[in-house]
C-alpha cells in the first residue's frame, strides 16, 4: 500500500481512481475548491485527515476512516460507496452518506441533515447522530449505543435492530417495517405511524399520539410517559409497565398496562375497535 503522508490537495480528482493508497495526516481543502478528490477509489485507509471541500468519495471500495474530519463545506460525502468504515470521526456536511452498502460507523461524531438515505447494510456502533431526515429508506441495520436526535427519523426503513439507543425525533418509525428496538428510550411525536412489524422491547417511550395505524404491532414490557391518544387504528399486542394516559380506538389485539388514565372509543369511528383492553389486570374493554 502506498503512503501518503502529511499532503494537501485542492485540484480537481486529485487522486482519481487510486487503488491502495493510505493517506496520513492530509488535507482536502484549498484555493482551487476541486471537487471528488477521492472518487472511483479501491482499497482505502485514511488517517486524520481534513476535509473541507464538495464531493470527495463517490463510487469507492474499500474505504476505512480513522479520526477524521469532514466540515460543513464537505457536502455529499461519501455516495454509492461499498464496505466503509468510519470510526472516531466527526461528519458535518449535508447528505454525507447516501445509497452506500455495508457502512459501519463506531465512536463517530455526525451533524449532517438527511444523512444514511438509501443506504443498507449498516452496523452502528457508541455513535451520536443529529440529523433531519435520517436513514431514509435504508436497510439491514444493526445499532448499539446510537443516540440520535433530529425529525423525521428511519422512515420507510425495513430490517432493523436498535439496541441501548436514545432517540429524540418527531415521526421516527413511520412506514418502517420489520423493525425491532431493546432496551432504549424513544422520545417523540407521532411515534411509529404506520409501520408493519415494529417491536419495542423494555423500552421507555415519551410523546404524544404514538404508535398509531400500526400493523403487528409489539410492546413487550415497556413504560410510557406522556403518552395519549395511544394505538388508534393499530392492530396491537402490548404490556405496559405503569401507566399510560390514554388509549383510542385501537383495531384489534390486546393492550394490558398497570393503569390507563382515559380510554376513548369515537362512536364516529370508521373502523372497528376490537382490541382488548387491560389495566390493573381487569378487562375494561370491551365490557363484560
Known amino acids: 500500500m502506498k503512503i501518503i503522508e502529511g499532503k494537501t490537495y485542492d485540484e480537481e480528482r486529485a487522486l482519481y481512481a487510486q487503488n491502495g493508497i493510505e493517506l496520513k495526516d492530509c488535507r482536502i481543502e484549498g484555493p482551487a475548491d476541486g471537487e471528488s478528490a477521492l472518487k472511483e477509489c479501491r482499497n482505502v485507509r485514511i488517517e486524520n485527515g481534513y476535509f473541507d471541500l464538495r464531493y470527495p468519495m463517490w463510487h469507492c471500495t474499500g474505504l476505512e476512516m480513522h479520526g477524521c474530519t469532514q466540515t460543513e463545506n464537505c457536502r455529499a460525502a461519501l455516495w454509492y460507496d461499498r464496505n466503509i468504515t468510519i470510526t472516531a470521526s466527526r461528519l458535518s456536511g449535508i447528505k454525507a452518506v447516501r445509497e452506500c452498502r455495508g457502512v459501519t460507523l463506531e465512536d463517530d461524531e455526525i451533524i449532517s441533515p438527511e444523512f444514511g438515505w438509501r443506504s443498507s447494510r449498516i452496523r452502528i456502533k457508541d455513535t451520536k447522530i443529529d440529523s433531519m431526515y435520517a436513514f431514509f429508506e435504508a436497510k439491514d441495520i444493526e445499532a448499539d449505543g446510537l443516540e440520535l436526535e433530529g425529525k423525521y427519523t428511519f422512515q420507510y426503513i425495513k430490517n432493523a435492530t436498535f439496541r441501548n439507543c436514545r432517540f429524540r425525533t418527531k415521526d421516527a418509525f413511520w412506514h418502517s417495517e420489520n423493525v425491532t428496538v431493546y432496551d432504549s428510550f424513544v422520545g417523540g411525536e407521532y411515534l411509529g ?16 399520539q404514538p404508535l398509531c395505524y400500526c400493523k403487528n404491532l409489539t410492546l413487550i414490557d415497556c413504560t410510557t410517559e406522556d403518552c395519549d391518544l395511544t394505538f388508534e387504528y393499530s392492530d396491537v399486542n402490548a404490556t405496559i409497565k405503569g401507566g399510560i394516559v390514554s388509549v383510542k380506538n385501537p383495531e384489534n389485539g390486546r393492550i394490558a398496562a398497570d393503569s390507563i388514565g382515559e380510554i376513548v372509543i369515537t362512536k364516529d369511528s370508521r373502523r372497528r375497535v376490537g382490541a382488548e383492553i387491560y389495566s390493573g389486570g381487569k378487562l375494561v374493554y370491551p365490557a363484560k
Open 193 to 208: 405511524w404506520y409501520s408493519k412489524g415494529l417491536t419495542l422491547v423494555r423500552c421507555h417511550i415519551k410523546g404524544t
